[in-house]
């Protein structure tokens, strides 16, 4: 039987166990924007057709432009981070890879999924989450020791002067961009491959043709191409993480780390605190490494009342 990971979400499982309905939960435990992308109109085909393949390079122009990718590279667009992520580990050379830990745990499962040894130090391949998940530390080029070196940056678009883009240019390094994150669009289900073009051949043989909908490909060139949406929610994002602070200071917990999707928070008893938070229908995110880390996505702007009375309670 394959062992369920660790992860946010989960909000079926956290209604069964204290009531309520999706409506009235305000589910905190991952790292979404919670004012996603508006969605576009729709192209008389989009839902019936096979994506075509102009839809498909005007999608990759665009995240081409927004992510200023070095023309020496290429890109691949698949269904999600996590598609790619699973099949990385099938596609580069070693068997033992060093991925800092804490950090998103898709990673590990992946190489160790096929045969890869955790490994801290080595110089075969190494994976970095840019910021991390969950501590929110930002890594430099020094930090890709390895002959292979994958980036996440699943969580990067909230401080584009951050990226490592233009270390794919070097041999062995690689970016993973996730749409769902930045846009609030997670269900779309759309993930970024930046890297050698030899590459990103062979992964683009392995995703197969039709990979990314005809849905998704419009909805993600139109966000691409909408730097004022960008912009804007960047500001508001960084606003209300200094909200998110204040008030749970307020109430005695300390700043850990994060970005500007998430806080990570130090607090006296984490389970306590995602219980007390859970039966006003709020659902958190724990881990089990630590029994003092809490973490928090952001409130959508109408549901910080919620928040603010459980934590007064």
Not at 38 to 45: C, K, N, T
Not at 112 to 130: L, N
Not at 239 to 262: I, N, P, T, V, Y
Request: glycine share 8%; net charge negative; aromatic share 10%.
């Amino acid at each position: 039987m394959t062992q369920q990971r660790d992860h946010g979400g989960g909000l079926d499982v956290a209604i069964a166990r204290w009531g309520g309905t999706r409506e009235t939960w305000l589910d905190l435990s991952t790292g979404i924007n919670p004012v996603p992308f508006p969605l576009p109109q729709f192209s008389a085909d989009c839902w019936t057709a096979l994506p075509d393949a102009n839809a498909q390079t005007a999608l990759l122009d665009a995240a081409r432009k927004f992510w200023a990718i070095p023309e020496t590279v290429d890109i691949i667009a698949a269904p999600g981070a996590s598609a790619l992520i699973s099949r990385i580990p099938s596609l580069v050379s070693g068997n033992a890879v060093d991925i800092p830990q804490p950090t998103y745990n898709e990673h590990a499962a992946a190489f160790r999924a096929q045969g890869w040894d955790m490994s801290d130090g080595t110089d075969q391949c190494r994976v970095i989450v840019h910021p991390n998940n969950p501590t929110g530390q930002f890594w430099t080029a020094d930090d890709l020791t390895a002959q292979t070196n994958i980036i996440d940056e699943s969580f990067c678009d909230i401080a584009p002067d951050r990226t490592l883009i233009e270390q794919t240019t070097k041999t062995g390094n690689f970016v993973l961009k996730s749409f769902g994150k930045f846009w609030g669009l997670a269900g779309l289900r759309l993930g970024f491959l930046v890297g050698a073009p030899e590459f990103i051949a062979k992964m683009r043989d392995y995703i197969g043709p039709w990979a990314v909908s005809g849905p998704a490909l419009e909805t993600a060139t139109a966000a691409l191409q909408d730097l004022d949406w960008a912009q804007s929610t960047r500001q508001r994002l960084a606003d209300d993480c200094a909200r998110l602070d204040a008030l749970m200071s307020k109430h005695g917990a300390q700043l850990e780390g994060g970005c500007d999707l998430f806080r990570l928070y130090n607090v006296d008893d984490a389970q306590a605190w995602h219980e007390r938070l859970g039966k006003h229908q709020i659902l958190t995110r724990v881990f089990p490494y630590s029994d003092t880390y809490l973490r928090l996505g952001l409130p959508h702007p109408d549901r910080w009342a919620q928040l603010e009375h459980a934590l007064t309670e």
